[in-house]
């Protein structure tokens, strides 16, 4: 990060790989002057942090607009309720996915560019959101594992998800997840920018044309690898804040918390603008 943009938007490295605090004021942000700076930034260090912001849900959506255009959830809403409360989440069991390592958007052709998330109602105990950056894991890995995994090809599904906490779910769920389909995506990201990240986490169920022994060993490893120390971050929430990262250069998970703690975060997206293939 340049020393300029750092003093411009008041931010300060929260870890060496990942993560800047911005100190910029409401109303600075939402007024649209910095946005081209933060979108930079989002690149640079994968997550922004606006501590105790206090964003109305109606600022939320403003400073989401100032920075690309919003991505709708599917019926149309432009905020959406993360919570595992089904009373106010029709699809809150969804959600359970959420708490293992995953990149949003692997079912599309071209995944959401970034998120926004505000802290509304905490759980008392875990609920962090986690972060790691996939762009400095891959530009971590030797030589010799880049030139192994430069061309392969991984099939990614929402219902690989589904085992991960539901280890014997009925065969209508099971179908029902498998009915949203699969995507084959590279398993190296070529970015237009000229950068590299990987492709992994939970929605990623097997390598093509490789052994399911070896390629479960392969997306594990690189899980491990990807989510070591020095490339993760872990934000521990206040009512208030809000954070933001680049969907498309890291993965992320909430930690485990009561399902009954009514625990409510609000989320606005920003369009993707890049596809995982190469041009």
């Not at 099971?174 to 398993?187: A, H, K, S, Y």
Request: glycine fraction near 6%.
């Amino acid at each position: 990060m340049t020393t300029a943009l750092h003093e411009k938007l008041k931010a300060t490295n929260l870890k060496d790989h990942i993560g800047s605090k911005i100190g910029l004021s409401k109303a600075q942000l939402l007024s649209g002057e910095f946005a081209a700076d933060i979108r930079e930034l989002i690149e640079q260090r994968g997550v922004l942090v606006f501590p105790k912001i206090d964003f109305t849900e109606e600022e939320q959506v403003a400073f989401t607009e100032t920075l690309g255009t919003m991505a709708p959830e599917m019926d149309g809403e432009l905020l959406y309720k993360v919570t595992l409360d089904s009373s106010a989440n029709v699809k809150a069991d969804y959600l359970k996915g959420s708490m293992y390592w995953h990149i949003d958007g692997t079912m599309s052709k071209v995944p959401v560019f970034a998120s926004i998330l505000s802290g509304r109602v905490l759980s008392k105990e875990g609920g962090n959101t986690e972060f790691c950056n996939t762009y400095a894991a891959y530009d971590a890995l030797s030589d010799d594992d880049k030139k192994a995994i430069e061309k392969l090809r991984v099939s990614h599904s929402a219902w690989a998800t589904l085992f991960y906490y539901d280890p014997e779910p009925p065969l209508q769920k099971v179908q029902e997840m498998m009915r949203i389909g699969e995507n084959n995506l590279p398993l190296v990201w070529k970015h237009a920018s000229g950068r590299k990240s990987l492709v992994i986490g939970a929605t990623a169920h097997h390598v093509l044309d490789m052994d399911h022994m070896e390629s479960t060993q392969l997306l594990v490893r690189l899980r491990e690898w990807a989510t070591q120390e020095q490339f993760t971050y872990s934000h521990t929430w206040t009512v208030g804040d809000t954070v933001m990262w680049d969907n498309t250069g890291t993965m992320h998970r909430a930690t485990p918390y009561d399902p009954n703690s009514g625990r409510m975060m609000l989320r606005t997206k920003l369009k993707g603008e890049e596809s995982f293939e190469a041009a």
